[in-house]
């Protein structure tokens, strides 16, 4: 991907001082719409299956690689999310997807199931589904109570879910620092730490720039909205739990929360945990090198 990312990432390894620690990391690279996307990205996207984006960015932690379009992204509010997809589109956006066939599998219609479209996952009847009455759009049965309690209430929430709207990406890449294949900077760098990386990762942060951290956070979207679109809209780094889908699609483990970091700021992080590494003995924190 980008030789300075493999060197600070390195870098930053080696001065947190615990021998053979690794923290899953992944870099992501958007494309814009007129933006042409280099054949050796498009070698990784998947023709044949849908994935989610916080599939894509745990295999791209564990070192694949995934190119993510309209055509083959497995969850449509992350297609919003990114700008892939209008969110005002009344139409669904056609074949199999990862997070509505959870939908088609509990619901009665089966065959006849007709999938949301992104207009659906807008107005907030999708997370709502039990006050909307859409069963059909339920993940967990009939029972489901829904994401949110009303509808109003999530709207409210979705509004506050950062978008790249009106749509305008392309595509959006997934890779570790060790892809190689082309060199490209990211635009974003997420990483999955437990709570003792993250407290050392915001101390080198602000031993440089002497600035408080918040996290934004919601039970939706988090990969997606949350670690990557917030900091790429914001500049900012954020942080997260992993919702519902990042959980049970993508298996995220138990002990682990998300970090979204614009590369500008990940530089920072890495430079400044060597500098810090005096002040903040990492190695000697209960747990560190579990």
Known sequence: MNKQLR???????????????????????????GDTIP??????HPDDLTVTSCQATKQASLGDAVCLTRDNIGCIAA???FGLVDQYDDKPLGKSRVYTDIMRQQSDALNDFIPPSPKDFTSGVVYACKDSNNPDF????????????????????????MAIQPATMNAVFFCSPEFDEI??????IVLSVRPVELA??????QFTTGKRVTANMGPVRVVNSDLIVRP???QEMNISTYCIGARLIAQYEADKMG????????????????????????????????
Do not use: W
């Open 200 to 205: 050392r990762i915001i101390q080198a942060y």
């Open 259 to 290: 970090m979204g970091i614009p590369y500008h700021t990940f530089k920072l992080i890495a430079e400044s945990m060597n500098t810090s590494k005096t002040g903040y003995p990492f190695h000697l924190y209960p747990g560190a090198d579990d």
């Open 183 to 188: 060199e490209l900077e990211p635009d974003i």
């Open 232 to 234: 790429y809209l914001t």
């Open 7 to 33: 060197a600070l990432y390195r870098d930053m390894i080696i001065a947190m001082g615990v021998e053979g620690l690794t923290i899953p990391v992944t870099a992501v690279k958007f494309f814009k719409n």
């Open 138 to 161: 339920c993940l967990f049965g009939h029972d489901d109570s829904g994401r949110f309690k009303t509808v109003e209430l999530a709207q409210n929430a979705i509004s506050e879910m």
């Open 79 to 81: 297609a919003i999310t």
């Open 39 to 44: 054949d050796k990205i498009m070698d990784y």
